[in-house]
């Protein structure tokens, strides 16, 4: 079975109150994330100081040994606040192994300056973890649900 992602921080941030404000104060943060087959999928809210801006996630599997960086996509259904804008991340990582350890960090770049989402220091943090065998479950038969014909 493939490895699963679990969080070691709460995986939804945008849903905790005072999370617009922390937007303002420090310009970017994580909005959410998901751990999917292709990989670790997750949403950035950022402050919109400039029309072009550039977000970015940079991660790592080996505790910075080294690292990769991956864009940010635009949303343009994102926020009806017109303060924030939403951008939107796939890390790929369904090859990973189930002890691999991700960190990633949030960056922002915006009318020359650069802003960092890294959870206050400590990094985004997530665990791999052996999925378990499916659960058997009572079978049912295919054609239990069906019709029957009376003729």
């Known amino acids: 079975p493939p490895t699963l992602l679990e969080p070691l921080f709460p995986p939804q941030p945008g849903a905790s109150p005072g999370f617009a404000e922390r937007v303002r104060q420090h310009k970017v943060r994580l909005e959410w994330v998901r751990a999917e087959p292709a990989g670790l999928r997750g949403a950035v809210r950022v402050l919109n100081l400039a029309y072009e ?11 910075w040994a080294s690292c ?3 864009p940010a996509a635009y949303q343009p259904s994102g926020p009806a606040d ?6 939107s991340f796939l890390l790929p990582l369904a090859h990973a192994a189930s002890e691999t350890s991700l960190e990633f960090a949030v960056r922002y770049r915006v009318a020359g300056a650069e802003y960092w989402d890294n959870n206050g220091g400590a990094n985004y943090r997530l665990r791999g973890r052996q999925r378990g065998p499916p659960v058997p479950g009572p079978l049912q038969d295919p054609d239990s ?3 029957i014909h009376f003729i």
Do not use: H, I, M, P
């Open 82 to 87: 017109g303060v924030t804008d939403r951008f």
């Open 53 to 63: 801006k550039a977000v970015s996630v940079r991660y790592t599997l080996n505790r």
């Open 145 to 147: 649900t069906a019709w």
């Open 68 to 70: 990769a960086e991956v």
